[in-house]
């Protein structure tokens, strides 16, 4: 199984960027689906951004057009570009991993332990 450790959180103002890493160990890094997910207070967990072994993406629409999500299999990363920030994108955000069709069933088994992202002016 996979291990994720995040990286690259911190605290920005409104309309800032930051870009965060997961770096994986323990499995063959290309053959997993890979995704961001997010969890603010009192809310639910929700899926941000999803990478197919092939190279397909999908992103929630509170993020489409301002979020990248991209990986380098050679490093064994994947990243995830955040650019026009907002108040509402503050949550610990986490990395997922998972066989090929977690892309389409969300099942992903493997976690990072998060890494917060605080927007405020």
């Known amino acids: 199984q996979v291990q994720l450790v995040e990286s690259g959180g911190g605290s920005v103002q409104p309309g800032g960027s930051l870009r965060l890493s997961c770096a994986a160990a323990g499995s063959i890094f290309r053959s997993n689906a890979m995704a961001w997910y997010r969890q603010a207070p009192g809310k639910q967990r929700e899926q941000v951004a999803g990478?197919?072994?092939?190279?397909?993406?999908n992103y929630a629409d509170s993020v489409k057009g301002r979020f990248t999500i991209s990986r380098d299999n050679a490093k064994n990363t994947v990243y995830l570009q955040m650019n026009s920030l907002k108040p509402e994108d503050t949550a610990v955000y986490y990395c997922a991993a998972g066989p090929p069709l977690a892309y389409y069933s969300r099942e992903y088994n493997a976690w990072g332990q998060g890494t917060q992202v605080t927007v405020s002016s």
């Open positions: 990478l197919s072994t092939g190279g397909s993406t």
